[in-house]
């Protein structure tokens, strides 16, 4: 079983920067591919990046290719999410979550997951 917390959330002004990061616990977390998603205010989760379990793949959104990264570090069982030139449509409660599946096609999905952390809320002021 994994167990995944976030932390980092806040408020920034457009066009700033923000961090979240995600901690796991459990010795199989370089097992499973690692993916961030959001859910904005009356909107459905949507998937935001995912990462492979080596970090050797990555994958993102439309909306926040060129302006988030994601990255791991097996060694200390976190998943980071840097976001850069963010927006007011950022804002949302971001989730990280674990799959154990293989096929990064499935990454954009959120039934691909099984683990998924509480969120943490980044807000975004115009």
């Known amino acids: 079983q994994v167990q995944l917390v976030e932390s980092g959330g806040g408020l920034v002004q457009a066009g700033g920067s923000l961090s979240v990061s995600c901690a796991a616990s459990?010795?199989?977390?370089?097992?499973?591919?690692m993916g961030w998603f959001r859910r904005a205010p009356g909107k459905e989760r949507e998937f935001v990046a995912a990462?492979?379990?080596?970090?050797?793949?990555?994958f993102y959104a439309a909306s926040v290719k060129g302006r988030f990264t994601i990255s791991r570090d097996n060694t200390k069982n976190t998943v980071d999410l840097q976001m850069s030139s963010l927006k007011p449509e950022d804002t949302a409660v971001y989730y990280c979550?674990?799959?154990?599946?293989?096929?990064?096609?499935?990454?954009?999905?959120?039934?691909?997951?099984?683990?998924w952390g509480q969120g943490t809320q980044v807000t975004v002021s115009s």
């Open positions: 979550a674990s799959s154990p599946r293989g096929d990064s096609d499935s990454y954009y999905y959120t039934r691909s997951y099984n683990y």
């Open positions: 459990g010795r199989t977390f370089s097992r499973y591919a």
């Open positions: 990462i492979s379990w080596s970090g050797g793949s990555t």
